[in-house]
């Protein structure tokens, strides 16, 4: 039992570590990966704290401090947790019956470059027959099996590439102005696209995927990146939308900080966490994906769709632009 009561001691503290990471703008890959699993967090903390309390020999002062450590770190996480359940106020409004606007249906998704059912996501595209389309890690094999999608879309950017940074841009409104950027690193674009939605300002669209935290990628660029397009979108006073696979999460201090700069609004606030990675583990899923907006915008839903091969699932955003 004894050594039972030691192997205790020593997860909890690991717990404790883990849940206080996030706390600090830490950039190396494997610290800040720590930040994606706050829902995991909550139920490991949960679980241990009962333990906690059921094993006898867990009752020395130590202990007694360690469990109401463990309660705080869960509350922590809950705290991060909660913004994005209906406990929370909606930041993004519903669309009122009758307001005049421009309806606009966005869908985007990261189609995972190896992944080879083609059909199955064309054949979803071209039911939910999104308005604006926006997919990454698209190389030329996707853009070639997505070709079908052209005639419906007059208006497109495509950007098929190797190593998982692949665009792919279609619209039916017109593209007025377009920029292929590389704000940080020189293999990894990102798409700013002005287009005419019919609002007597363009409908700036920023397009970005950078790399995840990995060994090869700290996340020093990950956060210059988005600080980038925050100072730049938080100084254009028409209609905005940034989205893509961000590899981050809402509750970050990266994205706290970029929704602060940008002026921008997270339509998932107060309704859900729409976790969209990792579509293969159900046990290991949080919001990478996400559809960031300017306050021209009203919501009439959002929904996460199915992955089709892909370790994301896709996310459609119906959005009403207030005239």
């Given amino acids: 039992m004894y050594s039972l009561e030691i192997i205790m001691r020593i997860w909890a503290l690991a717990l404790l570590v883990g849940a206080v990471i996030p706390y600090f703008r830490e950039q190396t890959w494997w610290l800040r990966a720590w930040t994606y699993s706050r829902l995991q967090m909550i139920l490991l903390l949960s679980v241990t704290a ?20 463990i309660l705080a770190a869960g509350l922590g996480c809950l705290s991060d947790i909660i913004p994005f359940t209906k406990l929370w106020p909606v930041q993004t409004p519903k669309v009122k019956p009758g307001e005049a606007h421009v309806p606009i249906r966005l869908m985007v998704g990261n189609v995972l470059m190896e992944n080879d059912k083609y059909e199955a ?24 099996a997505l070709s079908g999608l052209e005639p419906d879309y007059p208006h497109k950017y495509l950007l098929p590439l190797p190593d998982f940074n692949g665009m ?20 990894i674009p990102s798409l700013t696209l002005d287009l005419d939605v ?12 950078p790399r995840p935290p ?9 956060d210059k990146e988005l ?10 006073e028409g209609p905005a939308i940034v989205t893509g696979d961000l590899n981050d999460v809402g509750w970050s201090s990266t994205t706290k900080k970029f929704l602060r700069v940008s ?10 966490l729409f976790n969209s990675y990792n579509a293969k583990n159900p046990f290991v899923r ?20 199915k992955a089709h091969g892909s370790d994301h699932f896709p996310l459609l955003i119906e959005f009403a632009l207030r005239t």
């Fill in 198 to 209: 019919g609002y007597d300002q363009p409908l700036r669209f920023y397009g970005v995927h």
């Fill in 263 to 272: 002026g921008l609004n997270d339509p998932r606030l107060g309704r859900g």
């Fill in 286 to 305: 949080w919001p990478l994906d996400h559809v960031f907006h300017s306050r021209h915008f009203a919501l009439n839903d959002m929904k996460r769709l």
């Fill in 50 to 69: 009962v333990l906690f309390i059921w094993l006898p020999g867990l009752g020395e002062l130590f202990d007694k401090i360690l469990f109401v450590a």
């Fill in 121 to 144: 996501y064309l054949e979803q595209i071209k039911t939910i027959s999104p308005d604006i389309l926006f997919l990454v890690e698209t190389d030329e094999t996707w853009r070639e």
């Fill in 227 to 236: 600080g980038f397009v925050a100072h730049e979108v938080g100084h254009y």
């Fill in 168 to 187: 792919l841009f279609y619209s039916r409104y017109p593209i007025i102005k377009s920029d292929e950027r590389y704000l940080v690193q020189d293999h």
């Fill in 214 to 222: 990995r060994p090869e990628d700290d996340t020093a660029d990950l």
